[in-house]
């Protein structure tokens, strides 16, 4: 085998991990901004929201919540929660330039 074939197959991993990466923050950005999108009409108003996940480490103190309609799944401040939990929350604020949409838990 040629030896450029061989140096391209070596540096083939690392661009495949990085073409990865891009592929998931893609993915985010975009799923981030399709829900900025559906819950900017929303502002003020209360949802009941599914537990999916408390938050540990860097993200403790919060937890992954799912909302059904509209459909969003997002993170909120919430203490001593469990998976399965419904709690309430409010839209907060929503900026569908940045991509975000502020959640907080009112119940």
Do not use: W, Y
């Not at 085998?1 to 070596?10: L, S």
């Not at 495949?16 to 502002?43: C, I, P, T, W």
């Not at 909120?76 to 929660?81: H, K, L, Q, Y």
């Not at 330039?97 to 119940?107: P, S, T």
């Amino acid at each position: 085998m040629p030896d450029e074939v061989e140096a391209a197959f070596a540096r083939l991993p690392k661009a495949m991990a990085r073409a990865d990466q891009r592929a998931n923050r893609a993915e985010k950005m975009a799923l981030e901004l399709a829900e900025a999108v559906v819950l900017s009409g929303h502002v003020g108003q209360v949802f009941d929201a599914t537990v999916l996940d408390e938050g540990n480490g860097r993200d403790a103190g919060t937890a992954e919540i799912q909302i059904t309609d509209p459909p969003v799944i997002a993170r909120v401040t919430a203490r001593r929660v469990d998976p399965g939990d419904v709690i309430q929350v409010r839209v907060a604020s929503v900026d569908v330039d940045a991509r975000r949409a502020d959640l907080e838990r009112v119940g």
